[in-house]
């Protein structure tokens, strides 16, 4: 029989998703078992995009353009504004869900062994990407004592070398909610311009800051406005994860040209979703405040409850709907399994994922995991309480 690939070998599992046979396992058991471990949003997609859907009058569903339905990227370029994001619509390629967009720009801009800067922990399927397409992640950690702020100026210099090309942030950040500051941002300007990187910039949870600080884009830095993708989606905003509609901006013209081959190559983003996705553009105010709202109130709660329990912490995350917690346990990947596996209180049990994989340096997240916030207050304060007997009970405690 002939050996699979070393890429697939070296592709890591997904920390979020590779607990699922376990998770399915403790359903046929009976057991009710409390998602904490992905970031799909319970709450209802807009209305104008089920509308839109159910509107579809069509004979044919044709292929769209491969950039991308033209009137859905108009239309992106008054949203974006809103944000004091300014670009135009050619500097808008539409692609099947924000993750096509960082491979697409990965692939576009790196070549095999070049290396990519990234503060860790970090968005697993990055690394995934990166081996994809052949190039190096050169990881800088941050601290959760720290609130995962990112690390000094120094520490990203120390990693840079001649096969460095680009630097790469999730700002406000998964898995930690970190939201980066001017001063921060500043900074890997700074960094960008001097060494004439990449700036990759994953700007998908920008409607969900909690801070009274700005939401800094890469695009509101000035001098690097050639340097900077921005990877964008509509599965968080809208709760629209299954229509697979996001987007790569960038104001590089040899970055577009050469992104597009990739996109022709895959012919064309979902003709279905870019409908909804720009029907979402026209979302009352009213529904994203709403949102907005009920997830400050969720933050609250889940970490409020999160730091009463003995031997946890978790920072207060400034955006996104999500936090990385430590535990006082051995091993986090060991104890969601045994979550699973071994435990239930009450018929119930919780599925987090472990930190571990948001990770690449050897031993970190070792007892932290990442816990999204996407169920409703009721439900997040039986999870607790189910997190909490299962501390009691798990045999790899740590006092």
């Known amino acids: 029989m002939p050996n699979i690939s070393e890429r697939g070998v070296n592709m890591p599992a997904s920390p979020i998703r590779k607990l699922v046979p376990l998770a399915n396992k403790a359903k046929e058991r009976g057991i009710k078992v409390y998602h904490l471990n992905i970031g799909q949003p319970d ?17 044919v569903l044709e292929y769209s353009p491969s950039d991308g339905i033209r009137s859905y990227r108009e239309k992106l370029v008054g949203y974006y504004a809103k944000f004091n994001i300014h670009v135009s619509a050619d500097d808008i390629i539409i692609t099947t869900g924000g993750s096509e967009a960082v491979f697409f720009s990965f692939m576009a801009c790196l070549d095999p062994g070049d290396e990519i800067i990234v503060p860790e922990p970090a968005y697993a399927n990055y690394m995934a990407f990166a081996i994809s397409c052949g190039a190096v992640i050169k990881t800088i950690p941050s601290s959760i004592d720290e609130g995962f ?5 120094e520490k990203f210099e120390a990693l840079i070398t001649p096969r460095t090309k680009a630097i790469l942030i999730c700002n406000p950040n998964n898995p930690t909610g970190y939201l980066y500051t001017q001063k921060e941002m500043d900074q890997i300007r700074d960094i960008v311009k001097k060494y004439d990187l990449f700036l990759f910039s994953d700007e998908v949870y920008r409607e969900f800051c909690y801070t009274g600080a700005p939401y800094i884009s890469a695009f509101h830095l000035k ?10 989606s509509v599965s968080k905003r809208y709760s629209e994860c299954g229509i697979r509609i996001g987007a790569l901006i960038t104001k590089n013209e040899m970055v ?7 996109c ?17 553009l026209d979302t009352p105010d009213e529904y994203m405040l709403e949102v907005y709202n009920e997830y400050v109130e969720r933050r609250k709660f889940l970490i409020d409850g999160l730091n009463r329990i003995p031997g946890c912490y978790s920072p207060i995350p400034m955006g996104a709907f999500y936090t990385v917690a430590k535990l006082p346990v051995d091993d986090s990947d060991k104890f969601c399994a045994w979550c699973l596996e071994e435990f239930e209180y009450e018929g119930q049990t919780v599925m987090l994922a472990p930190a571990s994989g948001f990770y690449t340096t050897p031993g970190l997240g070792k007892n932290e995991v990442r816990i999204a916030y996407v169920l409703k207050k009721e439900d997040l304060a039986k999870a607790l309480l189910v997190l909490r007997k299962a501390l009691e009970a798990y ?4 006092l």
């Not at 709450?43 to 004979?59: E, K």
């Not at 702020?149 to 100026?153: C, I, K, R, Y």
């Not at 001098?223 to 964008?232: A, C, T």
């Not at 577009?256 to 990739?262: C, G, I, L, S, Y």
């Open 256 to 262: 577009r040209e050469n992104v597009m081959k990739w």
């Open 43 to 59: 709450l209802p997609t807009p209305q104008v995009a089920l509308d839109a859907m159910r509107a579809i009058d069509r004979t």
């Open 223 to 232: 001098g690097i406005e050639n340097n900077v993708v921005l990877v964008d």
């Open 395 to 398: 045999p790899g405690r740590v």
């Open 149 to 153: 702020a990112l690390p000094s100026l």
């Open 264 to 280: 022709q190559a895959r012919l064309s983003p979902p003709l279905i979703g870019q409908i909804m996705a720009e029907a979402s």
